[in-house]
Structure formats: C-alpha cells, structure tokens
C-alpha cells in the first residue's frame, strides 16, 4: 500500500520560512518523479514544484521560482520543499504527489499517488 505523508506545515508570518517533508512507502522511491501542488481556498490545484532523479529534471512554478527548493533523499524516501521568502499569497494546503513519468511532470493527472495535504498558512 502506498502512503505520502506530508509533515511541517504551520503559520508563519510573511518573509518567513517552512520546510515541508513528505514520506514515502510502498513504492520504488527512486524510480518516481516527485511533485508538490499546492490548494487555496476556492482555486484549482496548482503545480509548485517537482524533482526525479536527475538535478535536470527539477522545475519550479513561476510563482515561486527563487524562494522555493525541492529536493530529495532518495536513501530516506523523502522528498523535501524549503519555502523562503513566503507570501500571503502562498498560503494552501500543500500536496506531495508521485508519478511514474520519468520526466518533468506538471499536470495533477500525471501522478499516480497523493499525500493527505499539510496546511501553510501565511500572515501579514
């Protein structure tokens, strides 16, 4: 059975930081791409960021290029997303995802597997 959980949300003020961390079981780690989406309230599921095995294969949204970094422990099953510079703006819930495309992936229906979702929310 394969599980995403997502840890290390919480409420922050604007310019802070989070690191979010999700973990994974029940399948070969490595050989999936690894995405992050991110859910406001009354807005569709966006894209954040993603990460396969290859440095190459990481991509960020426009929104959050330069502030935030995913990256991955293929040895931990986990992958990461440190978030700097936060925005109200950013507040959502965030989603880890897996897929089996062995490329860059940004579309929901791309991934197989989804985390329950951890909440950031961000003051002013």
């Known amino acids: 059975q394969v599980q995403l959980v997502e840890s290390g949300g919480g409420l922050v003020q604007a310019g802070g930081s989070l690191k979010l961390s999700c973990a994974a079981s029940?399948?070969?780690?490595?050989?999936?791409?690894m995405g992050w989406f991110r859910q406001a309230p009354g807005k569709e599921r966006e894209f954040v960021a993603g990460?396969?095995?290859?440095?190459?294969?990481?991509v960020y949204s426009d929104s959050v290029r330069g502030r935030f970094t995913v990256s991955r422990d293929n040895a931990k099953n986990t992958v990461y997303l440190q978030m700097n510079s936060l925005k109200v703006e950013d507040t959502a819930v965030y989603y880890c995802?897996?897929?089996?495309?062995?490329?860059?992936?940004?579309?929901?229906?791309?991934?197989?597997?989804w985390g329950q979702g951890t909440q950031v929310t961000v003051s002013s």
């Open positions: 990460t396969g095995w290859s440095a190459s294969t990481t």
């Open positions: 995802a897996a897929s089996l495309r062995l490329v860059p992936v940004s579309d929901a229906p791309n991934y197989t597997y």
């Open positions: 029940g399948l070969t780690f490595p050989s999936h791409y």
